[in-house]
């Protein structure tokens, strides 16, 4: 189905980097403050460039907004994809954030064992498993498909 990953790409490479930071600031010799104030200072750049490049778009519609809020709710009752891509994007948006409670306390628990690196190792292999998961299941559908 066209479009149906857009949105977990992104997702697994947020993730990754999350379980990832706080390994490469350790790593790092110059120390935190420094590590901070160049991300801060990269963000404004990427602002600045991205705020020349991209194109500018005005509003297409004269709707008041809770209009335009109320039309959502005659969408969904219309189209019932849209109700089922939303509570799924609400499951994943569940999952991200009781994921990312549990790899707290986890990383609670390895950072009094002293040890950042397995957790780094498994921060990096969950994203990895996950796009080797879909991987697979797009060429298994392929395949299904193809022999009817």
Same mark, same amino acid.
């Given at each position: 189905?066209?479009?149906?990953?857009?949105? %977990?790409? *992104?997702?697994?490479? %947020? =993730?990754?980097?999350?379980?990832?930071?706080?390994?490469?600031?350790? =790593? !790092?010799?110059?120390?935190?403050?420094?590590?901070?104030?160049?991300?801060?200072?990269?963000?404004?750049?990427?602002?600045?460039? /991205? $705020?020349?490049? +991209? *194109?500018?778009?005005? *509003?297409?519609?004269?709707?008041?907004?809770?209009? !335009?809020? $109320?039309?959502?709710? $005659?969408?969904?009752?219309?189209? *019932?994809? +849209?109700?089922?891509?939303?509570?799924? $994007?609400?499951?994943?948006?569940?999952?991200?954030?009781?994921?990312?409670?549990?790899?707290?306390?986890?990383?609670? !628990?390895?950072?009094?064992?002293?040890?950042?690196?397995?957790?780094?190792? /498994?921060?990096?292999? %969950?994203?990895?498993?996950? +796009? %080797?998961?879909?991987?697979?299941?797009?060429?298994?559908?392929?395949? !299904?498909?193809?022999?009817?």
């Amino acid at each position: 189905m066209p479009g149906a990953g857009v949105g %977990l790409e *992104p997702l697994h490479g %947020l =993730v990754e980097y999350l379980l990832q930071s706080r390994h490469r600031i350790g =790593v !790092v010799a110059v120390g935190r403050r420094a590590v901070f104030l160049g991300s801060a200072a990269l963000t404004a750049v990427l602002t600045m460039a /991205l $705020r020349k490049t +991209l *194109p500018q778009h005005a *509003p297409t519609t004269s709707l008041p907004y809770h209009h !335009v809020l $109320r039309s959502i709710a $005659r969408l969904v009752r219309t189209h *019932p994809v +849209l109700m089922r891509r939303g509570l799924h $994007r609400a499951a994943m948006f569940g999952a991200f954030f009781v994921g990312g409670a549990a790899g707290s306390q986890l990383g609670s !628990v390895v950072h009094h064992a002293g040890d950042w690196s397995a957790l780094t190792v /498994l921060g990096a292999a %969950l994203p990895l498993a996950a +796009l %080797l998961y879909r991987a697979f299941e797009r060429r298994t559908r392929a395949s !299904v498909g193809a022999g009817r």
